[in-house]
């Protein structure tokens, strides 16, 4: 989409300004707009807003969706270490279980959310592992759970942190064991800027008309490295639909066309609507002369 854009503003140049096209890397987990900004980004490229979009399933294709100010949730991981004491399997009571503390650490904080967090407030946490011992009749020394939080505000996030810090070393006490706790905040939540995203969303409506532009889209509690540029810059981050789940090339295997499935399928008729969206952005941005980046 990117590509197809600037080769076309580039033959036609129908715009009063510089356009930057942004191709970021390492966007899952690498965390390369914060990298790319702190190298420089926008003092060697300034620009005075910034825009992203990305497909989605399950939104009709060639349809947006986008909402002013939380679009998508900033994430934290955490991870606890329980050290107990090795015994013998026969012989617990000789030790101190770690994976009973670390399964009792980890129904605990399912009841962190829905006990501690305002529930007008947006957030989820998952415990997405744990790993203890190598051996299946003795107990281990310890114990590893890891998960991650999401939420969209950083007060949240940091009583969600308070708290695993607090029940797992509570809980861990009660059992005569003991917890190292980190807790890592990730990417920020990614925060559309008002003005910017009334300007990109009558542009999706001259587009593709005001019937397939959902302005009030539900907000996703998956995350979006774009978040680091929005921090630093006023912009819009929208969604493009990639057409329902069922979209999908014949030789792709059975399972849903969503994110991050194994068999995921790009809708190619997208490259020209989103190539479309971006080329209409530029020129209509740049068109005043009040504004000279984007």
Same mark, same amino acid.
């Given at each position: ?20 096209? $942004? /191709? ?15 190298? *420089? ?6 620009? !005075?807003? +910034? ?28 991870? +606890? ?12 009571? &000789? *030790? %101190?279980?770690? $994976?009973?503390?670390? @399964?009792?650490?980890?129904?605990? &904080? ?28 003795? $107990?281990?020394?310890?114990? @590893? ?29 009660? /059992?005569?064991?003991? %917890? ?62 990639? !057409?329902? +789940? ?11 066309? $969503? ?6 399928? /790009?809708?190619?008729?997208? %490259? ?17 002369? %009040?504004?000279?980046?984007?």
């Amino acid at each position: 989409m990117l590509l197809a854009a600037a080769h076309y503003l580039a033959l036609t140049r129908d715009f009063d300004g510089t356009v930057c096209f $942004i /191709f970021q890397p390492a966007e899952e987990r690498g965390a390369g707009a914060q990298k790319m900004i702190a190298e *420089g980004l926008f003092d060697r490229f300034p620009c !005075d807003a +910034v825009f992203a979009v990305h497909n989605w399933p399950g939104i009709p294709a060639g349809s947006f969706a986008v909402r002013t100010g939380p679009m998508m949730a900033g994430t934290a991981g955490f991870e +606890v270490t329980v050290q107990g004491k090795s015994s013998h399997a026969a012989m617990p009571h &000789l *030790g %101190v279980d770690p $994976i009973l503390v670390a @399964c009792q650490v980890a129904i605990g &904080l399912q009841m962190l959310i829905s006990r501690s967090i305002n529930p007008v407030e947006s957030a989820v946490l998952s415990v997405t592992q744990i790993h203890a011992g190598d051996s299946m009749n003795s $107990i281990a020394e310890s114990a @590893c759970l890891k998960g991650t939080v999401r939420a969209f505000s950083s007060h949240v996030f940091d009583q969600i942190g308070d708290g695993i810090e607090r029940i797992s070393t509570q809980v861990a006490s009660a /059992f005569g064991a003991t %917890v190292t706790v980190q807790f890592t905040k990730n990417y920020p939540p990614t925060i559309n800027d008002a003005a910017q995203t009334e300007f990109a969303t009558a542009v999706m409506r001259g587009m593709v008309g005001e019937s397939r532009v959902d302005r009030n889209t539900p907000l996703t509690l998956a995350a979006e490295d774009f978040s680091y540029m929005l921090r630093a810059k006023p912009g819009c981050y929208a969604f493009i639909g990639n !057409d329902q +789940v069922t979209h999908r090339m014949t030789d792709h295997g059975n399972g849903p066309c $969503i994110l991050h499935n194994s068999s995921y399928d /790009f809708n190619d008729d997208l %490259v020209v609507v989103g190539a479309s969206y971006w080329v209409r952005l530029a020129e209509a941005f740049l068109r005043s002369g %009040v504004h000279k980046n984007a």
